[in-house]
């Protein structure tokens, strides 16, 4: 089994900047093959998909967020993260990652306009 814990959530003006790390413990090689990725949930909407990346590097994001979020991996910490600059009063929600099939508890990230 994989354990998840996400951390760097926080308040940040339009136009800030934060990063969101998921450190992942338990089973090493279910976390090394595993495709990770970064969802969110905005109050009153679906969970969406930010920005997922394979094992190999090869990183995907939705459209709302190319440009200004980058997804990462090290694999050697078995934690992945999610650069976003620029940030929106609309990229406001609760961030979960996701490494294979275990989930994270979420972390809220909150930008004032």
Do not use: H
Request: hydrophobic share 40%.
């Amino acid at each position: 089994q994989v354990q998840l814990v996400e951390s760097g959530g926080g308040l940040v003006q339009a136009g800030g900047s934060l990063r969101l790390s998921c450190a992942a413990s338990g089973s090493i090689f279910s976390i090394v093959i595993a495709a990770m990725a970064w969802y969110r949930q905005a109050p009153g909407k679906q969970r969406e998909l930010v920005a997922g990346i394979t094992n190999s590097g090869s990183a995907n994001y939705a459209d709302s967020v190319k440009g200004r979020f980058t997804i990462s991996r090290n694999n050697a910490k078995n934690t992945v993260y999610l650069q976003m600059n620029s940030l929106k009063p609309e990229d406001t929600a609760v961030y979960y990652c996701a490494v294979g099939a275990a989930r994270g508890q979420g972390t809220q990230v909150t930008v004032s306009s």
